[in-house]
Antibody
Framework: QVQLQESGPGLVKPSQTLSLTCTVS??????????WSWIRQHPGKGLEWIGY???????YYNPSLKSRVTISVDTSKNQFSLKLSSVTAADTAVYYC??????????????????WGQGTLVTVSS | SSELTQDPAVSVALGQTVRITCQGD??????ASWYQQKPGQAPVLVIY???NRPSGIPDRFSGSSSGNTASLTITGAQAEDEADYYC????????FGGGTKLTVL
């Protein structure tokens, strides 16, 4: 079964760039139909979708974060990555990677995130 | 911007039935998916689509939808169901509800 694992620094200084990588195992990131996403959760708060990438490289970002986010994919390593620039303390959160799949019928659409990585806490502090 | 609204907290007596709701305009054309999150753990998908359960999710979990409201129902709640529950949908962007903290009494 597919498993995802986040990795990267747990501490980032203000104004710097947060960089995380998600390694996919048990399946190929190039499998069509899936969107590879980043989602974060501020301490004690709800979930916030950051963006996703398709294996072809096409991306879509949360409009509220779009100016600071870059998501890329490395199919040879079966990984995808997140870069969030100009971070502040407000970017302190647990960051999750997840696989999304979905489709539309003639009348409705559905999608879901499964599986998720275990999450990694990133603290922004000097 | 699209929004999904959930009650912040719900409680249920052990063994009873509880319904957790999620409201938003996007739900008129996009089925909600539901996630269970226990403290210190990653969210886990429990319901997706009209009423689909991933492998391993007990059949006491079910989903339904009407108009702009999606519901997650737990029939015969167990102590281990105490958790935060989030709904998710999409229109112009992906959005999560604010979450519902379920307490099993």
């Amino acid at each position: 079964q597919v498993q995802l694992q986040e990795s990267g620094p747990g501490l980032v200084k203000p104004s710097q760039t947060l960089s995380l990588t998600c390694t996919v195992s048990g399946g190929s990131i190039s499998s069509g139909g899936y969107y590879w996403s980043w989602i974060r959760q501020h301490p004690g708060k709800g979930l916030e979708w950051i963006g996703y990438i398709y294996y072809s490289g096409s991306t879509y970002y949360n409009p509220s974060l779009k100016s600071r986010v870059t998501i890329s994919v490395d199919t040879s390593k079966n990984q995808f990555s997140l870069k969030l620039s100009s971070v502040t303390a407000a970017d302190t959160a647990v960051y999750y990677c997840a696989r999304e799949w979905g489709y539309c019928s003639s009348t409705s659409c559905l999608g879901w995130f499964d599986p998720w990585g275990q999450g990694t806490l990133v603290t922004v502090s000097s | 911007s699209s929004e999904l609204t959930q009650d912040p907290a719900v409680s249920v007596a052990l063994g009873q039935t509880v319904r957790i709701t999620c409201q938003g305009d996007s739900l008129r054309s996009y089925y909600a998916s539901w996630y269970q999150q226990k403290p210190g753990q990653a969210p886990v998908l429990v319901i997706y689509g009209k009423n689909n359960r991933p492998s391993g999710i007990p059949d006491r979990f079910s989903g339904s939808s009407s108009g702009n409201t999606a519901s997650l129902t737990i029939t015969g709640a167990q102590a281990e169901d105490e958790a935060d529950y989030y709904c998710n949908s999409r229109d112009s962007s992906v959005v999560f509800g604010g979450g519902t903290k379920l307490t099993v009494l």
